[in-house]
């Protein structure tokens, strides 16, 4: 297994990018009530550092939160102490009874599990029907391909307080995988620490996806955002319930 998100782009993740699932969390909440799931079980796979499982538990759920990355699990665990997580693949994890599971920002596409392919996913879906009771509610993105449309690589850069990071983008679109390579500044006292990671990520087709659902038994519908957050290019969600 290809480790991802280490120490410090876990917490460049947490300080720098959570604003894509905080903003996401209220048009997800409003998704899970219109849905008739007021209260019980939301397990979310791909949880990060457990800042919308924070606002599950806020809302008056129960979270259970998987991911694997030890260092995201640690912010979770201490973000969300009412919270019960797990340091596993999404792809490996037997799921408990549930009355929704969410995955946010694209955790199926990543290849830190190199055993994630098509066949592999199509086995999660099944495995999250199988956990949802009766109009349970099932909620993700994934990135298909087109999510990097232009010419390439994509070279960018953000910054904050106490960190920089360097991304560089290519999409591969023979082979449907997304490859960000990212160099990472993180200051510790004084200086500077720099770490690598690079990110591979699986494109699936969303049409492939929904017909997968539907075939499973979900009824479907595909989201262009969550709420007023509104996805990138070949960037789709779904709202799965379980008929
Ligand atoms: C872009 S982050 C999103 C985190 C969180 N859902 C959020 O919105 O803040 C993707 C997350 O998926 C996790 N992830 C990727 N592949 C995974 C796998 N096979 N099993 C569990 N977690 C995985 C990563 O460790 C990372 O925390």
Same mark, same amino acid.
């Given at each position: 297994?290809?480790?991802?998100?280490?120490?410090?782009?876990?917490?460049?993740?947490?300080?720098?990018?959570?604003?894509?699932?905080?903003?996401?969390?209220?048009?997800?909440?409003?998704?899970?009530?219109?849905?008739?799931?007021?209260?019980?079980?939301?397990?979310?796979?791909?949880?990060?550092?457990?800042?919308?499982?924070?606002?599950?538990?806020?809302?008056?759920?129960?979270?259970?939160?998987?991911?694997?990355?030890?260092?995201?699990?640690?912010? &979770?665990? +201490?973000? %969300?102490? $009412?919270?019960?997580? @797990?340091?596993?693949?999404?792809?490996?994890?037997? *799921?408990?009874?549930?009355?929704?599971?969410?995955?946010?920002?694209?955790?199926?596409?990543?290849?830190?599990?190199?055993?994630?392919n098509w066949l592999r996913l199509t086995?999660?879906?099944?495995?999250?029907?199988?956990?949802?009771?009766?109009?349970?509610?099932?909620?993700?993105?994934?990135?298909?391909?087109?999510?990097?449309?232009?010419?390439?690589?994509?070279?960018?850069?953000?910054?904050?307080?106490?960190?920089?990071?360097?991304?560089?983008?290519?999409?591969?679109?023979?082979?449907?995988?997304?490859?960000?390579?990212?160099? &990472?500044? +993180?200051? %510790?006292? $004084?200086?500077?620490? @720099?770490?690598?990671?690079?990110?591979?990520?699986k *494109?699936f087709?969303?049409?492939r996806?929904?017909?997968e659902?539907?075939?499973?038994?979900?009824?479907?519908?595909?989201?262009?955002?969550?709420?007023?957050?509104?996805?990138?290019?070949?960037?789709?969600?779904?709202?799965?319930?379980?008929?």
């Amino acid at each position: 297994m290809t480790r991802g998100y280490r120490e410090d782009l876990a917490y460049i993740h947490d300080v720098g990018f959570g604003s894509f699932s905080l903003s996401a969390a209220p048009g997800l909440l409003d998704m899970l009530r219109r849905g008739g799931i007021q209260s019980g079980l939301v397990v979310d796979l791909g949880c990060g550092s457990g800042l919308w499982a924070r606002r599950i538990v806020d809302a008056g759920y129960s979270v259970l939160g998987i991911d694997m990355s030890s260092s995201m699990i640690a912010m &979770a665990r +201490r973000r %969300v102490p $009412e919270g019960h997580f @797990r340091r596993q693949s999404l792809f490996r994890a037997d *799921l408990p009874g549930c009355d929704a599971v969410t995955s946010i920002g694209e955790c199926f596409n990543y290849l830190f599990d190199a055993n994630n392919n098509w066949l592999r996913l199509t086995r999660v879906l099944r495995r999250v029907y199988e956990a949802l009771r009766r109009g349970g509610i099932f909620i993700f993105d994934v990135a298909g391909p087109g999510r990097l449309p232009g010419r390439m690589p994509v070279f960018s850069h953000y910054e904050g307080k106490d960190w920089a990071i360097l991304v560089s983008a290519t999409e591969d679109r023979r082979r449907s995988l997304l490859t960000r390579r990212i160099t &990472a500044f +993180r200051q %510790v006292g $004084e200086f500077y620490r @720099r770490t690598e990671e690079t990110h591979t990520l699986k *494109l699936f087709e969303a049409g492939r996806v929904a017909e997968e659902l539907r075939a499973i038994g979900f009824r479907v519908r595909v989201l262009r955002g969550y709420g007023r957050l509104r996805f990138g290019p070949g960037h789709t969600g779904f709202i799965a319930r379980k008929a």
